[in-house]
C-alpha cells in the first residue's frame, strides 16, 4: 500500500511553488505516475485478461486490431515487433493517460488540490484497472479542456481519438454541441455530424456485443452504486452553488449537463449495472473539476478549511478501498517491473577503488 499513499501524498504537497521549482514539481509528478502505472506488474483484476489480449496479439497486427479495439490492438503489435513486450504497451498507456490528467488538473486554479482529488480512484483503480477505458478517459479530459476554451472540433477529435482505445467514449460526442454559443454555428454543427457518423461506425461494430454484455446479461458490478454516489456528491454541490460557480467560471454550461448525467445515473443502476457503471468513469472529471475549484467559491477564511476536509474526504476514499473493497487484493502488494532493476541498483557490492 505504500505506492499507492506515496502518490497520494506527492499530490498535497503546498501549492506555492516558484516557477523552476513548480516545473520540477510536475516533471516528477509526471515520472513517478508513469513509472507507477506503466511499469505495474501483476496490479489489477484484469491484468491476466489483458496479458492474454497482447499475447494473441503479438506478431500480428491483422489479429491484433480485431482482438481489441484499434488503438490498443496497434500498441499491443508495436509492443511485440519493438520487442518491448506487454509492459510497453502498459508505459504506452500509462503515457496517455498521465498526460491527460496532468493537462486537465493543470488548467485548474488549486491543481495541486486537483490531483490528490484524481489520484485514490481515478488513477490507483481506473488507471491500474482498466487499461483501454484509462487512456480513452485521458483523452476525454484533454477533449473536456479544449472544450472549456470553446475548441469544439478538437474537442471531437479527441474523443474520437479516444474511442480508438474504447469505443464506449464516443457517448461524450454531443457535449460539443453544447459549445455552440461559443463557436460558429455551422461548422460546429457539420463537424459534429462527421464526429458522430464517424463514432457510430466504430460502435456499430461491435454494438451487439456491447448491449448483450452490459445490458442483456444483466451484468452486475460490485459497488457500482458507491463510485456512481461518488459522481452524484460533486454533481449536488455544483448545481447547489451553480449561481456562485457562474459569477466566478464561464464553463458552467457544460459541466451542469455532466452533473445532471451523473444523477440520472442513480435510477439507471436498476436497468443495467455494468453498463452504468463503466459509463460513470467517464463523469469522474467532474469530481476533479467541482472539489478542487468549491474552496474559491467562498471567502478566504473558509478556503483553507474546505481544501483540508476535501483532501481529508479523498485520503478517507483511499483507504477504504485498499483495506475493505472486494477486489483489493488485486492492487495490494503492489509489484512493479522495475523494482528489482532498482533494488540490484542499490544492493549491489561497491567497486573497490
Known sequence: MTTYWAL??????????????????????FVVMVVVIGFRFEVGCDWGGYFRMYMQSEGNLARALLIADPGYGLINWLGGYLGGGYHFVNAVCALFFVSGLLVFVRHQPLPSLALAIAIPYMTVVVAMGYTRQAVALGFLMVALTRLGYGRNISFYVLVLIGALF????????????????????????????????????????????LWVNYVDAQMQSQGATI?????????????????????????????????????????????????????????????????????????????ALIGRLIILGYASVLFVWLNYAVHAKCWVPYGNALGPVINKLFTSPAISP
Open 227 to 303: 463510485r456512481v454516489a461518488m459522481n452524484v456528491f460533486p454533481a449536488v454541490a455544483f448545481l447547489i452553488f451553480k449561481k456562485r460557480w457562474d459569477e466566478k467560471y464561464d464553463d458552467g454550461y457544460l459541466w451542469q449537463w455532466i452533473a445532471w448525467a451523473s444523477i440520472l445515473c442513480v435510477p439507471l443502476l436498476q436497468i443495467a449495472t455494468t453498463a452504468v457503471d463503466r459509463m460513470a468513469l467517464y463523469f469522474l472529471p467532474l469530481q476533479v473539476i467541482v472539489f478542487s475549484r468549491l474552496p474559491l467559491l467562498f471567502d478566504e477564511k473558509q478556503q
Open 8 to 29: 497520494f501524498l506527492l499530490s498535497i504537497l503546498p501549492e506555492q511553488r516558484s516557477e523552476a521549482l513548480n516545473r520540477l514539481f510536475w516533471f516528477v509528478v
Open 166 to 209: 474504447h469505443k464506449t467514449v464516443v457517448v461524450l460526442l454531443p457535449l460539443g454541441v453544447l459549445g455552440l454559443a461559443r463557436g460558429r454555428g455551422i461548422t460546429n454543427w457539420l463537424a459534429f455530424g462527421l464526429a458522430l457518423w464517424w463514432g457510430s461506425f466504430l460502435v456499430l461494430e461491435s454494438y451487439e456485443r
